[in-house]
């Protein structure tokens, strides 16, 4: 199994700015990726984050607004840019082990 | 497009009685379940998955889940629920062979919350 860690756990922004979420996996996976969870929700997949190259984007969501790093096997950073109250969300990293996705903790994202 | 419909969104039962819980998937030639469990304010925890094998899995705290290919179905089931048990319960799938075709994304159902009642 791996073990996924996420800074900020949570965080209060206003409209306009951008933040930036880490993940870090204990761990060398293949894959990575990033999912929202709304408020109430469930959770939808954002992107696969690729490890170097530019991330695979789900519909409905485009680099400019989530860009994606990945410099290597272990750490991922998403950022939420120029930041609405309607991107209030849990965001979620997991990374794929050989059968298995596991989970970060989540970082719960308040856009006032 | 795949998808995964889980049919309650709610399911309040009392303490020590039986729960099952629904999730239906698009038909696929391959597929891998899994069903995760999220308590309040936590994380999402891996609680079970069917890759192959048995159609019957089992976690470690009691609950179950058959796999039934026929009716595309992963019903996730506890003869005797706990009220630590009370959480929202996420059914995902991911299509095809993983390692080959298969990218690893997760779909997930709705979810259904499990309240058990003292």
């Known amino acids: 199994s791996a073990v996924i860690s996420q800074k900020p756990s949570r965080d209060i922004c206003q409209r306009g700015t951008s933040l930036t979420i880490q993940c870090q996996v204990d761990?060398?996976?293949?894959?990575m990726f990033w999912y929202r969870q709304q408020p109430g929700q469930s959770l939808t997949l954002i992107a696969t984050?690729?490890?170097?190259?530019?991330?695979?984007?789900e519909s409905g969501f485009v680099i400019d607004k989530f860009p994606i790093s990945r410099p290597n096997l272990t750490f991922s950073t998403l950022t939420v840019s120029n930041m609405s109250p309607e991107d209030s969300s849990i965001y979620l990293c997991?990374?794929?082990?050989?059968?298995?996705?596991?989970f970060g903790p989540g970082t719960r994202l308040t856009v006032l | 497009a795949q998808s995964v419909t889980q049919l309650d969104s709610q399911v309040p039962v009392f303490e020590e009685a039986p729960v099952e819980l629904r999730c239906n998937y698009s038909?696929?030639?391959?597929?891998?379940l899994f069903w995760y469990v999220q308590y309040p304010n936590q994380g999402l925890q891996l609680l079970l998955k069917y890759l192959s094998g048995s159609t019957l899995v089992e976690s470690i705290n009691g609950f179950e889940a058959e796999f039934n290919k026929s009716q595309t179905s992963f019903h996730l089931r506890k003869p005797s629920v706990h009220i630590s048990d009370t959480a929202e319960y996420f059914c995902a799938v991911t299509y095809g062979i993983h390692g080959s075709s298969n990218t690893g994304k997760l779909i997930f159902g709705q979810g259904t919350t499990l309240q058990v009642k003292p």
């Open positions: 984050a690729n490890q170097g190259s530019e991330a695979t984007y």
């Open positions: 038909s696929s030639v391959s597929v891998y």
């Open positions: 997991s990374a794929a082990g050989t059968d298995t996705q596991y």
């Open positions: 761990s060398q996976v293949t894959m």
